[in-house]
């Protein structure tokens, strides 16, 4: 069904997509519908991220249209003045957003948006005032805080996502949180994780025991999950089946793909809820009967979406509540087409929501986001650009996941322009960065160490902790160095009077420590106190007393890897950290290349001047007339 009046503006936020990757295939004649963005709107090739360069930063500036030391997400993470050295706030919580998003500017014009999955704007009840719709998915409905040092996010998913293994071949098994580390240091920027499960073996089937990982905390109080699980041959094809222990109901399907949809009714801690289920065996090998089976996560859409009549509108038993394509399914020992696979899978969750929202009218801005083009990132970009290929066939690994992802990617934005966008529709297709490859990184816990700044003691546990007794700095987060100051930590140790001398120190530490004993290179490209960080767009009370970013070389970020801590315009030979940004719409010029520079908290003011929106109250990006008729 066509939509009853097509939206003003569609927006398309595909995390970490490389502006330079799509143009560079569109020349070649690939990516037709990337390619129709190009011919119809405007291209800005030197579309710089805020700093640091990772997500909930990245894609706040975005909303609001301002700097993260006015709209308060500094990093991934924020420090909570007066708690501990271990103590973190997650960045992905909207309700530590400090500025008014877009939408909620928009709804005093009497806009109405359809937020689908953008980051930083869940939970989905935080925008209660505003004309909004929100609908998120596992994973993206964030509590309030974390332990600084776990592994996963303390999430609002409700069901994980689960890989079902028996006597799996380990190279064969797809990864419990994979970090697919490729450099020594490296810590895995947090995804939603799989968790891997083993069945047990009865007779003639297997049980299936869905246990909620230690790193879930379950807060929504789902009673576990149990299934029935048997492989069978039929005419020589090979089918699984999976029944409910409880009702006996259950289903058979050939294993080449996925099984159909299907419901169970589980108890929560609101009463009960028909939960969305679906199902792929991954692996099985029939000599030894070891397989791999895969679940992806699932959720009660009344907890994902607002406002409360907009959640029941989607209870849909035919399509996943959503998730993200993490890294069991991007790595060296995987299939791309089954990463390709789920990920059409959740673009058609997208599909549906969008299309029931256009038919029934009343839709404004269409914003729709999946971050799976940055999970390829992390774990190929540094092989595609040949900097780290650890062995002969990696490099081709990785030019197969980039080309069937952006193709996916691709055939979404083909379904955009056949279903959302109208003629008088702005289309805006936007990254939050690019990426850069690198084959070591440089940890700055580590630096300061050894320059005598950090001190760790062991616990009864017999780990080794942050000894805030002796410790006089710390890193945070991507970019920030914090002193312990006496009087504002809660076992703080320098004296106010010493506090300058101790930043200098800080900074002289950094300079010290980021240079790589092999090559001699330096990869600090700047080390400020709080004070001066306002041309890194950072400062204030969230920010740490000293903030440094690095260059774009062969040296990546302890955290991200290849994104967070490079500076925006960081390069290297053939990686990019800026990005992509393409519109399209009446008010902009086609077929055109904008060489102007634009900060990514431009973008927002750009659209909403030619859209005749009020600017976001806090916004203090510029307007790019450039690219206007």
Known sequence: MKPKNYPALCFLGLDGAVGPYIFDRVKKGELPNF???????????????PYPSITPTCWASLATGTTADRHGLVCQEIHPAGTSIDTATNAYHAGNLRSEPFWEAAARAGKTSLIINYPIAGPADTWKTGKALVAMSPGFVINGSQVRGSSVFTTGIEIPQQFFTYNAESEKSLRENDSVSSASGYTWQPSNPAFANQAEKADGYFILKNHFNKTNNNACGVQPVTWYFKITQEGGVLYFSIRDMESGKGLSVPAEGWSETFTRTLKNNDGSFDYVFKARLMYHDPSSGSFVLYFPPSGDPRRLAWPPEFAEDLLYTDVLPGGGVSSEFINPAADPAVMVELQKLFFDRHKRIIGDALVKGGIDIVVTYEGFLDSVNHVFKSALEGVNVRNPGEAAVAEAFYRQAYECADEYVGWLYDNVIGPETTLLIVS????????????PFVVLEKAGLLHYKTNSEGHKTIDAGKTIAWPFGTSSVYVNLKGREPNGIVEPADYEKTVHRIIAALQD??????TGLCALAFAVPNEQAGFAGLGGDRAGDVVYGIMGSRIGGAIGGVHACQIPTARTKTGDIRALCLIAGPGFKKNEIIRRPINNYDIIPTLFDRLGYPQPADATGAIAFQAFK
Request: charged fraction near 35%.
């Open 35 to 49: 390619a129709r963005a190009f011919r119809e709107g405007c291209y800005f090739p030197d579309c710089r991220p």
């Open 432 to 443: 939050d960065h690019g990426a850069v490859g690198f084959d070591r990184a440089i940890n």
């Open 513 to 518: 420590g980021f240079r790589d004993p092999e």
